[in-house]
């Protein structure tokens, strides 16, 4: 499997993935179900750990290419489909593996009027539901996550019991359990069954419902609203996690001082990364 066209040649980071054999490909992931996480990047980016970003992207979208027509010409459409969309997976960094949300994903806004996230903006509020599951609001802050510009990246799709949608990436968090919201898994451990939340309207708290299914779907952009004050956003109707339990309850404390102070921009730029893109 795989193949380079004449007259490439690779960077040396990743030059060992042309000799890269077959024998270690991932097994027990089938190409139609591959991600970024749990294909490309422990198969060919184990063999490029040096390799930045952009070298490592440039080299995939080239060997995938060159890679499809040997896949269509045995008859491997779907599977040549889903190697298509992979081609703009990282070595470091990988979109799949970021917490977040497609660009078309809703949010409910302050007033009740539902917004997508490609719209949400920086000190925007939003519905959000509390350690305790009750519903309340919530500031957009300065350090989510905002890029449309991602063309296409595979997400996780939970449709519960009441016909709700949830479409995050495999580690998103989403509290799940007996009571909400201290317990949480990253989207790509929910199992069919598995209780998770929703927000009703015509309730003050969150509403337990159940998984009924499990897909996935490949759509773009990558957003993730961060709330000032630790809270739960409520996406497509479910309530979400932006990180792990201690750093929802470290962001609850650290947040509000960092953005009565003016510090939050130069925060995230220092430790979060200012190549990253944000919600303005």
Known sequence: ??????????PPSVVNCLNWSIAVMPTNVPIASATCTNFIVPWLGECAKTATDQEFTTFLSVWISATLPLLRANGMN????KLDSLKTC???GDPIT??????????TMADGTPRPLSALHAGDAIVAASADGTLTTDTVSLLSLADA??????FVVLTTASGRSLTLTPT?????GAACCADLKQAKDIAVGETVYEAVSSS??????QVKEIGTATKPGLHSPVLSHGTMPIVNGVATSFDELHNVRLASYGLPLLEAT???AIFRDAFLGAHRKYMA
């Open 204 to 209: 003050a708290a969150v509403s337990a419902t």
């Open 98 to 107: 970021a917490p977040c949300f497609p660009s078309e994903a809703l949010v």
């Open 78 to 81: 779907a599977e040549a489909d």
């Open 90 to 92: 990282k070595q470091y």
């Open 172 to 176: 998103h968090h989403v509290p799940v």
């Open 149 to 154: 510009d991602v063309p296409s990246t595979t």
């Open 262 to 264: 003016g510090l939050t």
């Open 1 to 10: 499997m795989g193949g380079i066209p004449p007259g490439y040649i690779p």
